[in-house]
């Protein structure tokens, strides 16, 4: 085994796969494991309502859930092939934030030409915005809004 951190060119598997406290990210899904009973449930959920809110104690594992199990599932082409969105970013204006998140993750998964995304599509009102990337994108394009509350911080 590698003594190499998760996420490092290279690295293929960390000496200790526990990351500490901060939470797991996408790319370190194959070090989070034990939480299939609760991915599966907020998946069903996320699949059957247009909204669904995740809400409990604080550093019980939310964010990591979503990010290392929960977006994996959605966007992987052998299951439910689903453009997902994860934005947690609240410092600044959340509009912008949530629209270049969705544009990052759609060029990414190329479905959206960057061009297209380097246009005045950011500028569109967020309902405008959201038609446009619609015909872009895999029906429905999930967006998850981690760590909101911060936005009240600032």
């Known amino acids: 085994m590698s003594g190499e951190r998760p996420g490092q060119v290279g690295a293929t598997a960390p000496s200790n796969p526990y990351i500490g406290l901060r939470p797991y990210k996408e790319s370190e899904s194959q070090w989070f494991f034990g939480r299939d009973a609760d991915r599966k449930i907020f998946v069903d959920m996320v699949l059957a309502n247009r909204l669904t809110?995740?809400?409990?104690?604080?550093?019980?594992?939310?964010s990591s859930l979503l990010q290392a199990a929960v977006l994996p599932q959605l966007k992987d082409s052998g299951q439910e092939n689903l453009d997902a969105v994860y934005c947690n970013n609240w410092a600044g204006d959340p509009l912008v934030s949530i629209r270049q998140a969705t544009l990052t993750e759609l060029v990414a998964r190329g479905r959206m030409p960057k061009e297209a995304a380097d246009a005045a599509l950011g500028s569109q009102p967020l309902p405008r915005f959201f038609?446009?990337?619609s015909h872009f994108c895999r029906q429905p394009l999930?967006?998850?809004?981690d760590q909101f509350e911060e936005f009240f911080h600032y």
């Not at 809110?53 to 939310?62: D, E, N, R």
């Not at 999930?142 to 809004?145: E, K, N, P, Q």
């Open 131 to 133: 038609q446009v990337c």
């Open 53 to 62: 809110l995740l809400f409990a104690a604080s550093g019980v594992g939310k």
């Open 142 to 145: 999930v967006i998850v809004l």
